[in-house]
């Protein structure tokens, strides 16, 4: 069941008395419970995209409905706005208090939602910060601070997460324990899962990978599909796991796998087979 659908979405701004067109008739339908990823380079419209889900952009042109909530009506923002939750790439922009519980309280305050302490436990719990509540939230690690942010939103029940490039500020290490709390969110819960990045290795275990260039959806696909995709690859100029790169290069040189891997270990595998 869809619950995202964007229909012939577009958008430009005004610079230097230029219109620049940043989403040009954009249509892409999500799933409930769908994992995504989006990927391409810098400027090519997957910011602007996402924040139109969270109501941050008005619409210029085209639809969009969240859970069927019809993104231009004003009325439906504050609706919208609990269903989808977003998390911003710096995340000391994202916090009102400094202490863990204050936080999240102010979450389920601000939109009218009645909790108690397990209401807290049980958001915490979810992103791996059990007993964190009464913590300096300036005392935690970059990804513990992102994981509380992820679980500010999950305390008013969302429909949709979205992250829009969340770790990269991140340091190896923390990346790592985001991604592992958003790949446990996507197998005990059944919440829509949208996540921007630059790095691949991050989009493999998603469900689906949209690619974007200038402003236009240029594929969508499994990971094994776009990635066993060369030509795509080239002309999107997006950059491949590590693994991925190994494939091609094996490739180049008349080594032939039977399948594109994903990670190290299918690598491996793979490697092993080979006669």
């Keep these: 069941m869809n619950i995202i659908n964007i229909n012939d979405l577009s958008h430009s701004y005004v610079f230097a008395q230029k219109e620049i067109k940043t989403l040009k008739n954009i249509s892409l339908y999500i799933n409930?419970?769908?994992y995504i990823s989006i990927v391409g380079k810098n400027g090519c419209g997957k910011s602007t995209l996402v924040k139109h889900l969270n109501a941050l952009i008005d619409i210029q042109h085209g639809e969009i409905t969240i859970a069927t909530l019809d993104c231009k009506n004003n009325?439906?923002?504050?609706?919208i706005r609990q269903k989808c939750g977003m998390v911003f790439q710096n995340p000391n922009n994202q916090f009102v208090s400094s202490?863990?519980?204050?936080?999240i309280e102010f979450s389920l305050k601000n939109y009218n939602i009645d909790y108690d302490d397990s209401t807290i436990s049980k958001a915490l719990s979810?992103?791996?910060?059990?007993?964190?509540?009464?913590?300096?939230?300036?005392?935690?690690?970059?990804?513990q601070k992102q994981r509380l942010a992820l679980a500010g939103i999950l305390c008013v029940n969302p429909d949709i997460i979205i992250l829009d490039e969340a770790t990269t500020m991140l340091s190896p290490n923390s990346r790592k324990s985001v991604l592992n709390t958003l790949n446990?969110?996507?197998?005990?819960?059944?919440?829509?899962?949208?996540?921007?990045?630059?790095?691949?290795?991050?989009?493999?275990?998603?469900?689906r990978i949209v690619v974007m260039k200038n402003g236009e959806v240029l594929a969508q696909g499994?990971?094994?599909?776009?990635?066993?995709?060369?030509?795509?690859?080239?002309?999107?100029?997006?950059?491949?796991?590590?693994?991925?790169?190994?494939?091609?290069?094996?490739?180049?040189?008349?080594?032939?796998?039977?399948?594109?891997?994903?990670?190290?270990?299918?690598?491996?595998?793979l490697l092993c087979r080979l006669k």
Excluded: M, W
Excluded at 75 to 79: D, F, H, Q
Excluded at 188 to 202: G, L, P, R, S
Excluded at 245 to 259: A, P, Q, R
């Design 99 to 103: 202490v863990v519980k204050e936080d």
């Design 32 to 34: 409930k419970g769908e």
């Design 75 to 79: 009325k439906n923002i504050y609706k």
């Design 126 to 143: 979810l992103v791996g910060l059990e007993n964190f509540e009464n913590r300096d939230i300036y005392s935690l690690s970059g990804g």
């Design 184 to 207: 446990e969110l996507h197998k005990k819960t059944d919440i829509t899962i949208i996540a921007i990045t630059q790095y691949a290795q991050e989009t493999v275990d998603c469900d």
């Design 222 to 269: 499994s990971p094994e599909k776009i990635y066993s995709n060369s030509s795509l690859i080239e002309r999107a100029e997006i950059g491949v796991p590590y693994c991925v790169k190994i494939y091609y290069d094996l490739k180049d040189n008349g080594i032939e796998l039977s399948k594109c891997p994903l990670n190290n270990e299918s690598l491996v595998e």
